[in-house]
């Protein structure tokens, strides 16, 4: 196989975006592309860009918000985790201030619990999230995923 029939999965991020003052809330946003519905700010990491600046860009370009990333959260591989291409995604845990307001492909910013949501997470974000608050109630992150 040459060089040029190798499929790599696409490297993305996706940031849990915790506002000041507003302990147990995320900032999620409604996406205005395919697949439409919730999900968590991020995207496709830019070709020589570190995937902690693509996490900042893209939480910008979405939400307006300049964030402070305070951790390195975990990463999510399942090949199917995005129907339109395999990706792997590198989540963060970020802080912010202000109210965010929706960019680029985000039609709108929601801040509240899963549970405030109107419909489901797309992707894998409804795992990333549950994932999150067991880490914020426990302490204990996620296993390695098969």
């Not at 995937?51 to 999510?76: N, P, Q």
Request: hydrophobic share 35%; with cysteine; charged share 30%.
């Amino acid at each position: 196989m040459s060089s040029g029939e190798w499929k790599n999965p696409t490297p993305t991020v996706d940031i849990l975006i915790e506002l000041e003052g507003q302990p147990n809330k995320l900032v999620f946003i409604e996406r205005k592309n395919t697949p439409v519905g919730f999900a968590l700010p991020g995207g496709f990491v830019d070709e020589g860009e570190y995937v902690a600046d693509a996490a900042v860009r893209e939480a910008k370009e979405e939400t307006g918000l300049d964030v402070e990333l305070i951790e390195l959260f975990h990463v999510y591989s399942d090949p199917t985790r995005d129907a339109r291409k395999h990706t792997v995604s590198t989540v963060f845990i970020a802080r912010a201030r202000g109210a965010p307001r929706g960019g680029d492909d985000a039609a709108r910013c929601l801040v509240c619990t899963p549970e405030e949501l109107p419909a489901a997470l797309v992707f894998d974000h409804g795992l990333i999230v549950a994932d999150y608050f067991e880490y914020k109630r426990t302490g204990k992150r996620p296993p390695p995923r098969r």
